[in-house]
């Protein structure tokens, strides 16, 4: 499905924000289940930027069954359908990535710079002054942001990372589901080394360990830029 929202032009921030918006709370479906509704219903709806307002992917009804094709068979008094040729697709998403406006380019060393400029700002990050993103785990980022904190990417890693070590997953070989919190033994969701039930209590505990890492992130920054913020002269009696 991902595949043919980009085959027809969909551009990867919009499917990103489709994919990545916060899971419903409570969640009574797998996060599979989820996403996969949200991909349907993108499919439905008209390609961001495209003029013609057509869907993506445009509904189809269900063919005869086999008995009524022999009976009829109408699809033989017409000519037989065929598939765009890829040099036309190539041609229509060549179009649309023209017509998205990527924004000003920044206009320092005489407007040579080829870096796109900061929304709202007439200058790139690094002639901006921006300090470097401090990285993830020794990964030297080439990132800069505002405030000199970890960038979006490495952010993600780092949360990831907290995840994968508080909450571990250990994969059986027999297709059953190793249990979160217990030894559970029932059959696994295609794809996915828990069950249904399982899944949806890891899911909680993910949500619960995020919300903590935030919470510590947050402190270390207030933290930190409180070190940083000039000290006041207490005031004379």
Partial sequence: MVSGLLAVGWPVPFLWEVIARPLPDPLRRTVGAVVSGRLKAAAAMPVPGSAAGTPAVPHQAPGPDRTARREERRWEDGPTPTPPAWADLEHQQEQLRRGIDRGPVCNADD???????????????????????????????????????????????????????????????????????????????????????????????????????????????????????????????
């Fill in 111 to 237: 407007g040579r710079c080829p870096t796109l400029a900061v929304v709202g700002e007439t200058r790139c990050p690094e002639h901006l002054g921006w300090p470097l993103c401090p990285g993830h785990d020794g990964h030297t980022c080439t990132a800069r942001t505002r405030t000199g904190d970890q960038c979006a990417t490495c952010q993600d890693q780092a949360r990831y990372a907290r995840l994968d070590a508080a909450l571990p997953v250990a994969e059986t070989d027999d297709g059953t589901c190793p249990g979160h919190t217990s030894p559970c033994g029932r059959a696994a969701m295609p794809g996915d080394p828990y069950c249904a039930r399982c899944r949806i209590a890891a899911q909680h505990d993910r949500d619960r360990v995020i919300q903590e890492w935030e919470a510590v992130r947050d402190a270390a920054v207030a933290a930190a830029h409180a070190q940083e913020a000039p000290q006041e002269a207490p005031a004379r009696p």
